[in-house]
């Protein structure tokens, strides 16, 4: 079984619509994080959580929220979405404790579109 | 801040051909170094890493050394595959815990 998973793989929604992407992990990480990626632009890191009581904004958190309900899921939403919210996008665990030795792990990721 | 450049793609080369990707980084301190390849339809995953300088990072085939005197951890292999064929993530990651990515490079292998 995979060791990030993200749910769902595919989505498409309209304008104003409030969507929900989950992120579970096996690992037993307490750093994870979401990206999102857009041709030609790499990775952009949206929010990040260092434990269950330990949320941080991105460089790009405007129109996202997250929640942190265990260490092992961490969810991203779209309140009301709009159509540049299109994009792919990534959760990944990165380790726990002090060392930066850590890879990240990332799960297969989200293609949503907003119409 | 943190940064990491990245050569711009796509490179295109034939089956057998050598590769090399350059990757630059600026930092404070000593981060770790990292390569993620990313396969179509997939997440980025981890190719190979090095923590310290004059480390070599190996896996598959390809190999990066991390050198601090010219802050570079270029990417190389000698002789690639059609099934090399993906995106390329350098990445660097200090102590904050945050790595920053490079904007990747689409590597294209020809038969």
């Known amino acids: 079984d995979a060791d990030v998973t993200q749910t769902p793989r595919n989505r498409i929604t309209k304008t104003g619509k409030r969507i929900m992407l989950e992120c579970s992990q096996t690992?037993?990480?307490?750093?994870m994080y979401w990206y999102r990626q857009d041709p030609g632009l790499g990775l952009r890191l949206i929010y990040y959580?260092?434990?269950?009581?330990?949320?941080n904004k991105g460089e790009i958190s405007d129109g996202y929220s997250v929640s942190r309900q265990a260490q092992a899921k961490f969810s991203l939403s779209l309140e009301s979405a709009i159509p540049n919210q299109t994009a792919l996008y990534f959760c990944?665990?990165?380790?726990?404790?002090?060392?930066?030795?850590?890879?990240?792990?990332f799960g297969p990721g989200t293609r949503l579109t907003v119409l | 801040g943190d940064s990491v450049t990245q050569m711009e793609g796509p490179v295109t080369l034939s089956e057998e051909a050598f590769l090399t990707i350059n990757c630059t980084y600026t930092?404070?301190?000593?981060?770790?170094l990292f390569w993620y390849v990313q396969y179509p339809g997939e997440g980025l995953q981890l190719l190979l890493k090095?923590?310290?300088?004059?480390d070599k990072g190996s896996n598959k085939g390809f190999e990066a050394t991390y050198r601090k005197e010219t802050t570079s951890f270029h990417l190389e292999k000698g002789s690639v595959q059609v099934s090399d064929s993906a995106v390329y993530f350098c990445?660097?990651?200090?102590?904050?815990?945050?790595?920053?990515f490079g904007r990747g490079t689409s590597l294209i292998v020809h038969p």
């Open positions: 990445a660097s990651r200090g102590g904050s815990y945050i790595p920053t």
């Open positions: 690992k037993g990480h307490d750093r």
């Open positions: 959580s260092f434990d269950v009581k330990d949320i």
């Open positions: 990944a665990t990165g380790g726990s404790g002090r060392s930066s030795y850590n890879e990240q792990f």
């Open positions: 930092a404070t301190g000593y981060p770790s």
């Open positions: 090095a923590t310290k300088a004059d």
